[in-house]
């Protein structure tokens, strides 16, 4: 028997021998599986000995090592992060993970006294095996696994079951990771657990694992990891630590939040104390990511800064500051946690940085204390490092809110003369100040200046604009800024709804009428509640009942509340007619909807079913790093809403999923049969344009050469029924696998022919971003 198990060979290795004396090999690049080595060597031929488990190291995985950002006890580490890493800083370095500093030590004795910690993996080598012709044919299959995709593998290891176990499944797996075969070793512990014999083996768990981690193959790291907390284990620190990190090395939509979950779990379940390189990588990245930060993101850091006090580890400067900006950020500011965190930050010998009083000075400014804001601002002054942009935005803030407009208007020329030019910021938060006292010439006279600038990103003023003039009754004015917004600007909802109020209020309910269709018709725009009852309440004041009914039944289809003075009227006009006022909802596919599905779902889109497969639910999912996702995620959200659960939010957000109903059945029983994937054999049928339009926005791409790429997941035999079906339609195309993924290309002359045949049900804001080079060229000709 052989008992394997991850170290780190950077320490004198140590190894036991029969009479009990130790022997220690020094060498830190000594590999047991080398080619030069032959692992018999150190293998004792008597039968005492062949009981005494060796320990030794899956060598592969002796270089499948990731950055070690800064320890506590490392000054050189100090200054460099997982981050820096990730962005090949010259402080790259590649070391070996190492987990036996003291208090990891701590830990591996606290879980041995509570049996958590089995990470032996028991396996016997082929020549300890009695049976001759098992020998052989386990050896043959270790030359073979590693050769095979994913499907051969599973068809060979299944031709293989009736003399297979699971120690011999065990080596096999254990002989991958040996080789730098991880995935491969993944794809056998996958085809072992679904055997009958299977029994669950937390060694070699925790061991697979690992190493899936180090290569950052965090989600099938996470599948093993998921495994052993569903065995009602708790993983090992080394699994814990590892998968974070493997998160936080993506750039992925959602893997940070799953990285900060983990993290939470290694403390909370399983009592670990992470090293001083966790805490600050993952602060690090909390402070780095997109985006405004939230109050869980607070929390979140609150949490990290509490547990590097608690285990009494070094709390850096970074900390400190990035902490107090993410309190500064926050609606409401909490000063006084504020300020305790800049003392304790005193106390640690730290020096305030222009980050930290920038920060406090947003504070302030956002209660309107003026008082400390100019004392702060006298300290930034005081640092003779330059005044930064943002800190004049949040001075003109703080004097905003006291109604002192005068002074904010000053502060800004003086932005404008130090900076030699105001910000985009700056010009948003002045003409903002202005406009809320109704100041016209001078609002107007600012926003000519911000155009005649250059710079984009006018929406936000041009907002303030309108609101000003709807709230004066200007409506020629707002309708002409209207207008040049929209000159200006990508389309917005709230300038549209704003305008809607307006056509209403005016009795233009024609014009209105026209709008509010231009809204629901395009995708980037839609309308809302608010809109809804804006031209219900136009219909219901003049009378037109036919078309306030229209308005109801759309309004009930999307699950809009009506607000109640317009339900009152509405309720009263229905009766007349008797009917009753009740939700027209049809729980029915629409012909449009059922085409929709069909191309979001070899787009790779989810079903979900319940044990019973009667219900189902379809999972929406859409990147928010992709201009044409979030378009296409509003559009889509706007036309299932009838079958969305009800929300009370109004933005849209990036993961939303259909309730759960017996019509998506068909879809579920299709393209997901077995809880995977899966091309229908019918397909060719369901390969309308409209079907391969929204396939191709959800999943599929254009080239930098200008070709149409689309993506697909499925068996060999499925993506040949799509690829003969689009050849059905005179379009030629080449297909290449990577993984478990199939990419059809459509070149030249084809990409243009499927253009044409889809463009009619691609998303007008859609198509800058899809359509093919040549096509683009064509139009130019012609």
Same mark, same amino acid.
């Given at each position: 028997?052989?008992?394997?198990?991850?170290?780190?060979?950077? *320490?004198?290795?140590?190894?036991?021998?029969?009479?009990?004396?130790?022997?220690?090999?020094?060498?830190?690049?000594?590999?047991?599986?080398?080619?030069?080595?032959?692992?018999?060597?150190?293998?004792?031929?008597?039968?005492?000995?062949?009981?005494?488990?060796?320990?030794?190291?899956?060598?592969?995985?002796?270089?499948?090592?990731?950055?070690?950002?800064?320890?506590?006890?490392?000054?050189?580490?100090?200054?460099?992060?997982?981050?820096?890493?990730?962005?090949?800083?010259?402080?790259?370095?590649?070391?070996?993970?190492?987990?036996?500093?003291?208090?990891?030590?701590?830990?591996?004795?606290?879980?041995?006294?509570?049996?958590?910690?089995?990470?032996?993996?028991?396996?016997?080598?082929?020549?300890?095996?009695?049976?001759?012709?098992?020998?052989?044919?386990?050896?043959?299959?270790?030359?073979?696994?590693?050769?095979?995709?994913?499907?051969?593998?599973?068809?060979?290891?299944?031709?293989?079951?009736?003399?297979?176990?699971?120690?011999?499944?065990?080596?096999?797996?254990?002989?991958?990771?040996?080789?730098?075969?991880?995935?491969?070793?993944?794809?056998?512990?996958?085809?072992?657990?679904?055997?009958?014999?299977?029994?669950?083996?937390?060694?070699?768990?925790?061991?697979?694992?690992?190493?899936?981690?180090?290569?950052?193959?965090?989600?099938?790291?996470?599948?093993?990891?998921?495994?052993?907390?569903?065995?009602?284990?708790?993983?090992?620190?080394?699994?814990?630590?590892?998968?974070?990190?493997?998160?936080?090395?993506?750039?992925?939509?959602?893997?940070?939040?799953?990285?900060?979950?983990?993290?939470?779990?290694?403390?909370?379940?399983?009592?670990?104390?992470?090293?001083?390189?966790?805490?600050?990588?993952?602060?690090?990245?909390?402070?780095?990511?997109?985006?405004?930060?939230?109050?869980?993101?607070?929390?979140?850091?609150?949490?990290?800064?509490?547990?590097?006090?608690?285990?009494?580890?070094?709390?850096?400067?970074?900390?400190?500051?990035?902490?107090?900006?993410?309190?500064?950020?926050?609606?409401?500011?909490?000063?006084?946690?504020?300020?305790?965190?800049?003392?304790?930050?005193?106390?640690?010998?730290?020096?305030?940085?222009?980050?930290?009083?920038?920060?406090?000075?947003?504070?302030?400014?956002?209660?309107?204390?003026?008082?400390?804001?100019?004392?702060?601002?006298?300290?930034?002054?005081?640092?003779?490092?330059?005044?930064?942009?943002?800190?004049?935005?949040?001075?003109?803030?703080?004097?905003?809110?006291?109604?002192?407009?005068?002074?904010?208007?000053?502060?800004?020329?003086?932005?404008?003369?130090?900076? $030699?030019?105001?910000?985009?910021?700056?010009?948003?938060?002045?003409?903002?100040?202005?406009?809320?006292?109704?100041?016209?010439?001078?609002?107007?006279?600012?926003?000519?200046?911000?155009?005649?600038?250059?710079?984009?990103?006018?929406?936000?003023?041009?907002?303030?604009?309108?609101?000003?003039?709807?709230?004066?009754?200007?409506?020629?004015?707002?309708?002409?800024?209207?207008?040049?917004?929209?000159?200006?600007?990508?389309?917005?909802?709230?300038?549209?709804?704003?305008?809607?109020?307006?056509?209403?209020?005016? $009795?233009?309910?024609?014009?209105?009428?026209?709008?509010?269709?231009?809204?629901?018709?395009?995708?980037?725009?839609?309308?809302?509640?608010? *809109?809804?009852?804006?031209?219900?309440?136009?219909?219901?004041?003049?009378?037109?009942?036919?078309?306030?009914?229209?308005?109801?039944?759309?309004?009930?289809?999307?699950?809009?509340?009506?607000?109640?003075?317009?339900?009152?009227?509405?309720?009263?006009?229905?009766?007349?007619?008797?009917?009753?006022?009740?939700?027209?909802?049809?729980?029915?596919? *629409?012909?449009?909807?059922?085409?929709?599905?069909?191309?979001?779902? @070899?787009? $790779?889109?989810?079903?979900?079913?319940?044990?019973?497969?009667?219900?189902?639910?379809?999972?929406?999912?859409?990147?928010?790093?992709?201009?044409?996702?979030?378009?296409? $995620?509003?559009?889509?959200?706007?036309?299932?809403?009838?079958?969305?659960?009800?929300?009370?939010?109004?933005?849209?957000?990036?993961?939303?999923?259909?309730?759960?109903?017996?019509?998506?059945?068909?879809?579920?029983?299709?393209?997901?049969?077995?809880?995977?994937?899966?091309?229908?054999?019918?397909?060719?049928?369901?390969?309308?344009?409209?079907? @391969?339009?929204?396939?191709?926005?959800?999943?599929?791409?254009?080239?930098?050469?200008?070709?149409?790429?689309?993506?697909?997941?499925?068996?060999?035999?499925?993506?040949?029924?799509?690829?003969?079906?689009?050849?059905?339609?005179?379009?030629?195309?080449?297909?290449?696998?990577?993984?478990?993924?199939?990419?059809?290309?459509?070149?030249?002359?084809?990409?243009?022919?499927?253009?044409? @045949?889809?463009?009619?049900?691609?998303?007008?804001?859609?198509?800058?971003?899809?359509?093919?080079?040549?096509?683009?060229?064509?139009?130019?000709?012609?």
């Amino acid at each position: 028997m052989i008992a394997t198990r991850a170290c780190d060979f950077s *320490s004198p290795l140590s190894s036991a021998s029969p009479s009990g004396a130790f022997v220690t090999v020094t060498n830190s690049n000594f590999s047991f599986f080398s080619p030069s080595l032959n692992p018999n060597i150190i293998r004792h031929r008597s039968s005492s000995s062949r009981r005494l488990l060796r320990r030794l190291s899956f060598s592969r995985n002796e270089t499948q090592s990731f950055p070690l950002p800064f320890t506590a006890n490392s000054a050189s580490h100090r200054s460099r992060t997982f981050v820096e890493h990730v962005a090949g800083t010259p402080h790259q370095t590649i070391e070996v993970y190492d987990f036996g500093d003291l208090e990891s030590a701590r830990n591996d004795l606290r879980n041995v006294g509570t049996r958590r910690v089995e990470t032996d993996v028991e396996v016997r080598e082929i020549e300890d095996l009695p049976e001759e012709w098992r020998r052989s044919k386990l050896a043959w299959l270790c030359k073979e696994v590693p050769s095979h995709e994913a499907v051969t593998l599973v068809r060979l290891l299944n031709a293989q079951k009736k003399w297979v176990r699971q120690e011999d499944a065990t080596y096999i797996c254990v002989h991958c990771t040996r080789i730098r075969e991880n995935e491969t070793g993944f794809r056998v512990y996958r085809w072992m657990t679904q055997q009958n014999w299977y029994r669950f083996d937390f060694g070699l768990a925790t061991k697979l694992a690992d190493f899936l981690g180090k290569e950052r193959k965090f989600t099938k790291c996470r599948e093993v990891f998921d495994d052993i907390m569903n065995q009602g284990r708790v993983p090992s620190e080394s699994t814990f630590h590892i998968l974070v990190v493997a998160y936080l090395s993506s750039s992925e939509e959602g893997c940070f939040e799953e990285a900060c979950s983990v993290y939470n779990r290694m403390i909370q379940l399983g009592g670990y104390r992470p090293r001083l390189s966790l805490h600050n990588s993952l602060f690090r990245a909390l402070v780095s990511k997109q985006g405004g930060p939230s109050s869980d993101d607070v929390r979140q850091a609150e949490f990290i800064f509490h547990n590097v006090v608690t285990t009494g580890l070094e709390v850096q400067k970074d900390i400190y500051s990035g902490l107090i900006w993410l309190h500064s950020c926050q609606d409401e500011a909490d000063i006084e946690r504020i300020n305790y965190l800049r003392e304790e930050m005193r106390k640690a010998g730290f020096e305030e940085s222009k980050e930290v009083v920038v920060s406090l000075l947003r504070a302030y400014a956002k209660e309107g204390g003026v008082e400390e804001v100019e004392r702060t601002w006298l300290e930034l002054l005081g640092l003779d490092c330059g005044i930064p942009s943002q800190a004049f935005v949040y001075k003109i803030e703080a004097y905003a809110k006291v109604g002192d407009f005068a002074r904010a208007l000053g502060i800004f020329r003086e932005m404008d003369k130090q900076l $030699g030019g105001a910000t985009v910021s700056g010009y948003h938060k002045i003409i903002e100040v202005v406009c809320k006292v109704h100041q016209v010439e001078l609002a107007e006279s600012l926003l000519e200046e911000f155009v005649e600038t250059g710079k984009k990103q006018l929406l936000p003023s041009y907002i303030e604009i309108v609101k000003m003039y709807f709230d004066l009754g200007s409506h020629e004015k707002l309708e002409k800024a209207f207008v040049e917004c929209l000159e200006k600007c990508q389309p917005n909802q709230t300038i549209y709804n704003i305008y809607l109020d307006s056509l209403v209020n005016t $009795g233009n309910l024609e014009r209105a009428g026209d709008v509010f269709d231009e809204m629901k018709n395009n995708g980037t725009i839609n309308v809302n509640a608010s *809109s809804c009852n804006t031209v219900l309440k136009g219909y219901l004041d003049s009378g037109n009942h036919a078309k306030a009914k229209k308005i109801y039944e759309l309004m009930s289809l999307k699950k809009y509340e009506v607000e109640s003075p317009l339900m009152e009227k509405l309720d009263y006009i229905l009766s007349l007619v008797r009917k009753e006022v009740k939700k027209p909802l049809s729980m029915k596919l *629409s012909k449009e909807q059922r085409e929709v599905l069909v191309g979001l779902l @070899l787009g $790779g889109l989810r079903v979900e079913s319940d044990k019973e497969r009667k219900s189902h639910k379809i999972m929406f999912e859409f990147r928010g790093k992709s201009q044409a996702h979030l378009i296409l $995620g509003q559009h889509i959200y706007d036309q299932f809403r009838e079958w969305l659960p009800h929300s009370e939010e109004e933005d849209i957000p990036l993961e939303f999923s259909s309730i759960s109903h017996s019509c998506f059945g068909f879809y579920a029983d299709n393209f997901w049969p077995n809880g995977r994937p899966e091309i229908p054999k019918l397909i060719h049928r369901w390969l309308s344009p409209e079907s @391969l339009a929204y396939w191709y926005m959800y999943s599929g791409y254009r080239t930098s050469s200008g070709d149409a790429i689309l993506r697909l997941k499925g068996s060999v035999e499925g993506v040949e029924k799509v690829v003969k079906a689009l050849r059905a339609k005179s379009m030629e195309c080449r297909v290449k696998k990577k993984g478990n993924v199939f990419w059809i290309g459509l070149q030249g002359t084809n990409s243009v022919l499927f253009w044409k @045949l889809i463009e009619p049900h691609v998303l007008e804001d859609m198509k800058d971003y899809l359509r093919p080079a040549y096509e683009a060229i064509d139009t130019d000709g012609d």
